[in-house]
Every structure is written in C-alpha cells, then in structure tokens.
C-alpha cells in the first residue's frame, strides 16, 4: 500500500489533563511522527467568529485551537486548499456530540476525510447519542472501535451501513515507554500498602454502589483511594456513614496522573465494577504500574483480562470480589507485578497502536 501525504486533526470536546483516550494518543504521536499532526481543535456552537490558540495541551507544551462555527470553516476551507497540493487531511472526531463537525467538512468538500472513534458501547448511549453518532458514522470514511468487545457490539448497526468496510478496530493502550519512566521514579519509595485504588466518574455506568459494598466486607483493607467526581457523590458520602466506613475512604476527585500513578504503586489492589465500556484506559494504566486489578465480567474487561492472563469477577455475586481481593491484601504480592507490566508492555503498547492508526489514516484516504 503506498504511503499518501496527509495531516492529521483531532477533534474533541474539552482538553484536560486527565487521562483520555485521545490525550495519550496524540502526546505519542508527537514523539513518533510529528510531521503529520496539526495542533487538536476544541469547536463550540457558536456563531460569533473567534479562534484562540492556547500554548498547552495535556501537559505539554503544545498549542490546540478552540473555536466556533465560522472558525471551524474558515479551517476547514484553507485546508481543502491544499488538496490541490496533493496533502491530504484527515479530521480524526473523537466524540459523538461533535457530528455537526463531520458534516460541515463533507458539506465544504466531499474530498475531505472523516474518521471517527467509537470509545463506548454503543448500546448504552442515549437516543440522542445514537443519533449522533449514526451521523459521524455516515460520514466517516473509518470508524475505530477502541475494543474487540465494542466492534462486535455493534455488528447490527455495522451490517447496515458497512458497505464500504469502514468499520474496524484498536485496542486503545498506554505508552510503555513512559510508564517505565514513571515507575523508576516511584520505585523503592515504600512497599505496597493494602489500600484499594478506584479511577472512575461517580455515575451509574461505573457502578460505586458495588463498590463500596465490596471494600466494606474486606477484613484486610486499609484505604479506599477514588479519583473521580460526578453526580453520585453525595449519595457515595451517606453510603459510606450508614457502612461505617466514611473515615476509611480518601476522596480524591481530579488529580494530575502522576499522584494517581504514585497511588497505584503503592497500592495492592484496583477495582473496577462498571457495567459497561469501552475498554477502560485506566484499568490498563492500573496494570501497567503492577497493582493487581479486579474488573467486572463485562466483555470489554474480559478482553483485557484474556490479554493479561486474569480473571474477571461477576456483577452478581460479591462474596467472589471480596473472598479474591482479601486474599490479594493477605498476600505478598511477590514477583507477580513485574510479571503483569511485562504483559501490558507487549500487548497494549501505543506505539504498535499508532502504527495500526497510521495505516488507518491511509485507507481512508484511498
């Protein structure tokens, strides 16, 4: 397959400095193949015209654009212009709400590239949702799944409209490099503690009510550490008085990654109950600094379980999680981490995951 000359433009809803999908993918695409990336766009829904260039993204420093409407297409038509030059663009969507950028790119030329990804399941999205995302994918030349498990789950919607084989996907992963980076700088600080690690929004999808069911029947726990916020948390709070265990849990709510992975080192144990994914980053990230992880039998968790060699643990039955995990607290954890980071180092790595992005990115192009 030749090579054809392109730009890449992610598209998303905010920039933030936790950990998402699109975040981890673009800082390593800048290491491996700067020369194909132009600075992410954070569009709004508004006529009044503005582009403001901001000097840092997820932590580097490296400049993103937000703008509006008439930003958009005025981007939009200077880079059709360079189709005549023979520089192809790819506007890479990462969120369902931003569709009306898949059109307006289509509507300015149908030469221009669309290509989006799915990073939930589908099933679970709001009507709204679909409706959003049935339009990005109607208009995208490719749309990744970010899991196996997510690519099956929406066969149905892929019969329909798959005549092109636009529908395909990659495993979303971490940067191996980088955590090896974060791990000797944290290494021979203190032992591992028997504190339980969560990472996750406090909303119905991650299920926390199970969770704090579960860490108030462990007998060798310490801490509950949580980095997340959302619209549980008060709901969280008085669960956590009528357990007795308000003054056992650390809210963390939204912190920079290095005090989460400094928390994961140290920990034994990170759960995660949530009842449906994508495939859940951080769930990679937790195995990626050697804490034992326990997930949910959800086929996104299980896809990652099967990679990893572990289990996974049923929605249904909560004495299994606790009978496991207190096992897990009670034990020296010996040489099991380094054993575990060595499988997500080989199996998740984002450079294999860019180089199966960048032939993506071809394809589509084509």
């Keep these: 397959m030749s090579q054809i000359k392109f730009k890449v433009i992610h598209i998303v ?13 673009y800082r390593k ?11 992410p766009l954070v569009p709004k829904i508004q006529f009044k015209s503005n582009i403001k260039i901001e000097e840092k993204c997820i932590n ?39 569709f009306w950028v898949g059109i307006l790119v289509k509507i300015i030329s149908s030469n221009l ?5 799915l990073h939930n399941e589908y099933s679970k999205y709001s009507s709204l949702q679909r409706l959003y995302m049935s339009v990005l994918m109607s208009v995208s030349a490719k749309v990744i799944c970010v899991s196996r ?11 329909r409209c798959d005549a092109g084989g636009k529908f395909t996907w990659i495993r979303n992963g971490i940067d191996s490099k980088y955590f090896c980076e974060v791990r000797s700088r944290y290494n ?18 991650k299920n926390p009510q199970q969770i704090m069911s579960i860490f108030a029947k462990l007998k060798y726990a310490d801490k509950l550490i949580w980095y997340g916020i959302g619209g549980l948390k008060n709901e969280l709070v008085e669960m956590s008085k009528k357990l007795n265990i308000e ?14 992975f400094e928390d994961l080192f140290v920990s034994k144990v990170y759960i995660s109950c949530s009842r449906w994914e994508g495939i859940g980053v951080a769930n990679i ?12 039998n959800i086929d996104p968790h299980k896809e990652i379980a099967e990679e990893l060699e572990l289990q996974t643990y049923p929605l249904d039955n909560i004495e299994s999680w606790v009978r496991e995990i207190d096992n897990c607290l009670k034990s020296n954890l010996g040489n099991y981490n380094a054993k575990l980071i060595k499988r997500v180092e080989e199996r998740f790595d984002l450079g294999k995951i860019i180089e199966k992005y960048n032939k993506i990115y071809n394809e589509a192009l084509e």
Excluded at 188 to 205: D, F, P, W
Excluded at 291 to 296: D, E, P
């Design 29 to 39: 695409q800048l290491e491996l193949c700067p020369e194909i990336l132009l600075p």
């Design 13 to 25: 809803r905010q920039v933030s400095p936790t950990s998402m999908p699109w975040n981890d993918l």
């Design 247 to 260: 003054d056992r849990i650390i809210w963390k709510g939204i912190k920079s990654r290095e005090e989460v």
């Design 285 to 296: 990230e937790a195995a990626g600094m050697g804490v034992k992880i326990f997930l949910s």
């Design 113 to 117: 590239t669309v290509v989006s990804n």
């Design 188 to 205: 021979g600080k203190r032992s591992r503690q028997n504190n339980v690690v969560v990472i996750g929004r406090l909303v119905e999808q």
């Design 149 to 159: 498990a997510i690519y099956k789950n929406i066969l149905f919607v892929k019969d």
């Design 60 to 98: 580097i420093r490296a400049p993103y654009i937000k703008t509006n409407i008439i930003g958009m297409m005025n981007l939009i038509i200077e880079r059709k212009k360079m189709l005549k030059r023979g520089e192809g663009t790819i506007y890479h969507i990462h969120n369902p709400s931003l």
